[in-house]
Each structure stands twice: as C-alpha cells, then as structure tokens.
T-cell receptor
Framework: GQSLEQPSEVTAVEGAIVQINCTYQTSGFYGLSWYQQHDGGAPTFLSYNALDGLEETGRFSSFLSRSDSYGYLLLQELQMKDSASYFCAVKVTGGGNKLTFGTGTQLKVEL | DTGVSQDPRHKITKRGQNVTFRCDPISEHNRLYWYRQTLGQGPEFLTYFQNEAQLEKSRLLSDRFSAERPKGSFSTLEIQRTEQGDSAMYLC????????????FGPGTRLLVL
C-alpha cells in the first residue's frame, strides 16, 4: 500500500515563506501532486512533479526528490487567503489512475 | 471551460434510503474519478472511468455503491440503503491529456445520513 506523511499544522505570518513537507512510502512511484483546500471547498490543483527538481508557479513552488521519497510545497509572500489545508498525493505505477492523498497540512497565516 | 460541476451540493437523507449524485466533468476530459472525504482526512479514491468504461473500483466501494458514466460524459454515483457511516463529502474530479496527476475537482456533494 501507500502511505504519506505531512505535518498536521503549520503557522506562519503574512509575507513570510513556508515549506510543507511530504514523505511517502509506495510500492511504486509515478508522481507527486499538491492540492489546496479551503474549509468547505473542493481541492484545487496546485502542481504535479514526476521528475526530480523544483517546479515554480507564481508564489508557489513544488520540489521532488525521488531517491529520498520526499517532496515539499513552498509558499512565498504568504497572504491571509493562503490559510487552507494542503494535501500531497501520489500516483503510483501499477496503481491505475487514482491518486492517494495524505491527511493534509492545515496552514494558518497570521498578521 | 466551465469546470467540474456536481449536483446536488447538499443532501440529507434518512438511513435506508437511496441517493444519487451527478457529476459533469470538464467537457474535453475523458477521465472521471469519484472520491469520498470525511472531516480531517484527505480524499479517498472510490472509482475511475475512462470514457464510459469503469476501469477501477476501490475495495471501499461496497455493493451498495454503484457508478455509471453511460455516454462518457456525465457520471452518477448511487448509494443504496444508506448508512450513517456514508455521511461524507463526495467529490468528483476529471482529468485530460495531462493524466491522472492533474485532476480538477468539483465542489462536492455533502451527504448527511440521519
């Protein structure tokens, strides 16, 4: 089976930079996705990494190290609206087309 | 691109009743997924369609659950003889050429079984 570990909660101040880590154990690995979910809302796609390295999209960046079974989401210039839950999710080889999600990291941005 | 839509957004039912949810994916997406999410957890995979073919079903999906995608466009998820444990958010997602790593979710249907 697959297991993913993320911190349950992270707090940061507006304007700061925060990193949310995700480690995974899988029987095979294809790629790592990140989703944002506000309370009561649907998950929103942020990024997908299949290869090692850093992918940047505006204020958000995502990193993957396949050899370390590790990835992170980096949020820069934090804004209050970034307060949400962030989920990492893996797509595994031989696992069909489903994503397996972590339990999520609750990010609180304070003034 | 109008995004993924789901209907209804909220459903309250009594235990033992049947319920049906509908999902309309992004029009050019041929892959459609159903997930279930409970409070404090990430979405859990239920089932996957490529066009009209149901290619995967989770072991979580008991015999009381059935899903269809008859013309490869919209999909329905039916729960028969609902139980209180079925109370959850039911999410639909779709993906296209970028593959399963890039899935776009609908707003979900929140089910409460009394």
């Amino acid at each position: 089976g697959q297991s993913l570990e993320q911190p349950s909660e992270v707090t940061a101040v507006e304007g700061a930079i925060v990193q949310i880590n995700c480690t995974y154990q899988t029987s095979g690995f294809y790629g790592l996705s990140w989703y944002q979910q506000h309370d009561g809302g649907a998950p929103t796609f942020l990024s997908y990494n299949a290869l090692d390295g850093l992918e940047e999209t505006g204020r958000f960046s995502s990193f993957l190290s396949r050899s370390d079974s590790y990835g992170y989401l980096l949020l820069q210039e934090l804004q209050m609206k970034d307060s949400a839950s962030y989920f990492c999710a893996v797509k595994v080889t031989g696992g069909g087309n489903k994503l397996t999600f972590g339990t999520g990291t609750q990010l609180k941005v304070e003034l | 691109d109008t995004g993924v839509s789901q209907d209804p957004r909220h459903k309250i039912t009594k235990r033992g009743q049947n319920v049906t949810f509908r999902c309309d994916p992004i029009s050019e997406h041929n892959r459609l997924y159903w997930y279930r999410q409970t409070l404090g957890q990430g979405p859990e995979f239920l089932t996957y369609f490529q066009n009209e073919a149901q290619l995967e079903k989770s072991r979580l999906l008991s015999d009381r659950f059935s899903a269809e995608r008859p013309k490869g466009s919209f999909s329905t998820l039916e729960i028969q003889r609902t139980e209180q444990g079925d109370s959850a958010m039911y999410l639909c997602a779709s993906s296209g050429g970028l593959g399963a790593g890039t899935q776009y979710f609908g707003p979900g249907t929140r089910l409460l079984v009394l």
